[in-house]
């Protein structure tokens, strides 16, 4: 094990720098949802980052017009270990604007943390990463390892283009022998949560199209309205507590691993933390403690991410609307996939006379994916973590969140971990994003400590 | 009974100059919903036709700063009888605009007929009956009766002023022996429809807020999310099939009065013809014929207008929204009052669980009220019918529409009609909107008779 000690104190010398380079990437609205020049922008700018800093950094396009890879390589051609490192450029539409304190694109540090579009998810690990190579060279010298960066624009979409881009790119990623995936956090005890999978996502909107026009609200009574259509075609797929009701769902859910079960035994799920973060008094359904943490990461959820429908301007408008559409996704478990889901959805729809009721499923599909907790990797990240904060990491089993991960390793074999520097106050996706300076700087230290560990596992 | 050849002929003659009219008024956006100088605009403009053609006609403020009503006056102070005409200058929002055929604001003639925002509801109504009383004095010499026109600006809000207007002019109002209601049509046999009674009208908007801020949808099992909370809450207020559902409320309702259900036993309602001008194969629930006909005359319902919660632009966000609200209307029908609904849907959500969800009530509350189908009135304007049309009017017992008749009219003991020019395919409230010019001449030649028959009775 080297002296880290100059290491730490070049990302602590350093942190403007940093901060800097992070603000340059929150500056560019990469909102992969709208699309537009802002996504080339930031593929090129991470490209030149990378380059800048010394790896072999280079666009990859997969679909011509959509937003590129980066991919940029660095580290012995001969070393005994190579990781992926998997991020991406894209981000979350800001709105609703009128809820940010600062502009979404603006970097800026108010007490001890940055605000801004990206800055949890995911441009802030993404710097730290990188940085934490540049520290590496300056005080430690040659990287132990090869290291892989597999960064993209479509991560908020769905990824769209991975499963394509992965197939293309088959022998490089055969090589590889671990992945460090893009998220991740830090608990209220200040542990860095160490987590070995994550969901898959179907992402399906619901269109109600009743008539071929919209009515005077005179004739509620006997025409039909789009909204309550919708609203009584969703209402069947789930149960208020949040268990999901879609007919043959449960019996396709493998058992939960019994290895799962015992690092939610041991974890610290900071049941209080969500609840002070969200401003609620109970979780969904009241549940609590371990049961609640089981359904966080363990169990498939639905959740609507916007409707609209008639008329929504100021003041009143006595109408029927004829149409109306949700948005929803659903969170996949394993041995659920997007299309299985799919599937039964629109079967479960049409055995209740639904069949009017329209399900268009978005590119934005993906599987779920599981790394054996016992793997290699997961005791180098874990080492890692415990040398960089002098706390144990928080090991969980899953990850609620969802990404490419099947595509990307699953499927060639890689196993996969995800640390990162968001904490239960980010707001991924929400406004107000932030992280905190301080976790942004422990984790490039980890970073190298985790590179080290990798190298010799 | 005179001879109305030369009044008939003068309206034929001078249908440019009535139409040109009507397209001035469409012209002004007095969308009451929207606000802004063009509702001022256009009780002026009203204000100076009616003083043009010999009115005493005059505004009238209620709520300094809010639209004003226009008062108009003509005939002989000491006539027997004094007809009370009540008309709106205000519109529909004329979204979503894409749907319009051609601008909403300007009149435009096609095909026999003319569309514009307004042209079925009211402006054109308006139009008529104030042209009717040009070409009466044209041809036919003074008057027989007094007319009283009360003009309001925010019907399409509810009629928020009408209580205190009323009120205000009640010593006014009370000489009066009969009204004349805004709205109406022409059945497909090109019967003009004669009505008695109307709705009333309950605006409900229902908001839920079940957390501080938005959420990432991975916590999608264990965070509240709004918009599932809103349809929660809502699809228990009514069944699929219509019928509401609201605890007590089918106990406050009055018994279907015995003489509404003759005319509905001989009325001709057009099922087929609502069904193609919606382009639907069944009316909601099913429902078929006199059943339908009840429950879209006599039965209260409850319409959502408008739905909006989350993420609603192009692409996907995968967010738990904290917020959604919906708009709703309920129709009321005798016994039932805004207030007693609103207080029976608290309870009923209360009961439920649901306390959380915020209802708000607009002004926008109006009772239901009727008309004895055997008052002088109803016969005055079914002989003018039978004279202008040579076929018997459709009697209704009820409009399924809403407005302020009980405010204006039940309050002070005035027996009220309800006839018009709209026709099924109309498109009241929606983009299209329109009338035929044969139902706006011969609505004139009804007015003509209408007002020798009223002041006869």
Chains 1, 2 share one sequence.
């Not at 937003?67 to 800001?94: C, K, M, W």
């Not at 283009?161 to 998220?183: H, I, N, P, T, Y």
């Amino acid at each position: 094990m080297p002296d880290f000690s100059a290491f730490d104190a070049y990302i602590d010398a350093h942190q403007e720098r940093f901060v800097q380079r992070l603000a340059d990437l929150v500056a560019i609205p990469s909102v992969s949802a709208q699309g537009g020049p802002a996504m080339h922008q930031a593929a090129e700018a991470v490209r030149d980052l990378a380059a800048s800093l010394g790896l072999d950094a280079r666009l990859v396009e997969v679909d011509p017009g959509q937003p590129p890879f980066v991919l940029a390589e660095i580290g012995p051609a001969d070393a005994s270990r190579t990781l992926i490192i998997y991020n991406h450029y894209d981000v979350q539409p800001p709105e609703p604007l009128e809820l940010w304190d600062s502009p979404p694109f603006q970097l800026v540090e108010r007490e001890g943390k940055l605000y801004g579009r990206g800055t949890a998810d995911n441009k802030g690990n993404l710097t730290v990463r990188l940085s934490a190579i540049q520290a590496y060279r300056e005080t430690l010298g040659e990287l132990p390892l090869r290291i892989l960066f597999v960064i993209e624009g479509e991560e908020e979409m769905g990824s769209p283009q991975m499963a394509r881009f992965s197939q293309q790119q088959a022998a490089l990623l055969k090589r590889c022998d671990g992945c460090w995936w893009e998220a991740g956090g830090v608990n209220d005890k200040g542990q860095s949560t160490l987590t070995m999978g994550l969901k898959g996502l179907a992402a399906l909107e619901f269109h109600a199209k009743v008539m071929a026009r919209d009515s005077h609200s005179a004739a509620g009574g006997v025409l039909p309205n789009a909204i309550w259509r919708l609203m009584e075609a969703l209402t069947t797929l789930r149960r208020p507590d949040g268990t999901l009701t879609i007919d043959g769902l449960a019996e396709h859910l493998a058992p939960i691993n019994p290895r799962d079960l015992e690092l939610i035994a041991t974890s610290d799920w900071d049941e209080q933390g969500m609840l002070e973060a969200f401003g609620i008094t109970e979780l969904l359904g009241g549940r609590r403690g371990k049961e609640a943490e089981i359904q966080f990461l363990l169990r498939p959820c639905m959740s609507i991410n916007g409707i609209i429908g008639g008329y929504t301007g100021p003041g009143g408008k006595t109408v029927i609307p004829c149409e109306a559409t949700a948005k929803t996704d659903i969170r996949l478990v394993p041995n659920l996939t997007p299309e299985l889901v799919r599937e039964l959805v629109r079967a479960h729809l049409d055995r209740r006379g639904f069949q009017d009721i329209q399900i268009r499923e978005s590119e934005m599909g993906l599987r779920p994916a599981k790394t054996d907790p016992d793997a290699p990797i997961v005791h180098a990240a874990s080492q890692a973590i415990q040398e960089a904060t002098g706390k144990p990491a928080a090991l969980a089993p899953n990850m609620a969140g969802s990404g490419p991960m099947y595509d990307l390793c699953d499927v060639h074999g890689i196993p996969t971990i995800a640390m990162g520097v968001a904490y239960r106050d980010s707001r991924g996706h929400a406004p107000n994003e932030n992280i905190r300076l301080s976790d942004f700087l422990t984790g490039m230290k980890i970073a190298g400590r985790f590179f080290h560990q990798f190298a010799q596992s």
